[in-house]
């Protein structure tokens, strides 16, 4: 089992930023790619950005690009979301995931793909 324990979540304005973190514990060396997720009400949960444990490379929704950094720390074995120039259409909660190991886009941008999730964190960007 691997646990996951998101951070960082909270009201913001439009155009300020939150990093948001994602701390994992258990088996973590059965997964590689992390993820984080978003559901605003009433819609489908959505990928947001993706890491490897395993050479860090990283990928974005279109949505995010060029606003959203992704990271990760080995030796924490911690995930983090930066999120600046925030927008109200970013509202949502956020969710962490824990996948398995794969490189398509077929694979990581789906919540199916992925072992283990976190409880969520709320962002909320007031306009």
């Known amino acids: 089992q691997v646990q996951l324990v998101e951070s960082g979540g909270g009201l913001v304005q439009a155009g300020g930023s939150l990093r948001l973190s994602c701390a994992a514990s258990?088996?973590?060396?059965?997964?590689?790619?992390m993820g984080w997720f978003r559901q605003a009400p009433g819609k489908e949960r959505e990928f947001v950005a993706r890491i490897r444990w395993s050479g860090g490379s990283t990928n974005y929704a279109d949505s995010v690009k060029g606003r959203f950094t992704i990271s990760r720390d080995n030796a924490k074995i911690t995930v983090y979301l930066q999120m600046n120039s925030l927008k109200p259409e970013d509202t949502a909660i956020y969710y962490c995931a824990a996948g398995g190991t794969y490189s398509s886009s077929y694979y990581y941008i789906r919540p199916s793909s992925y072992n283990y999730w976190g409880q969520g964190t709320q962002v909320t960007v007031s306009s």
């Open positions: 258990g088996r973590t060396f059965s997964t590689d790619n």
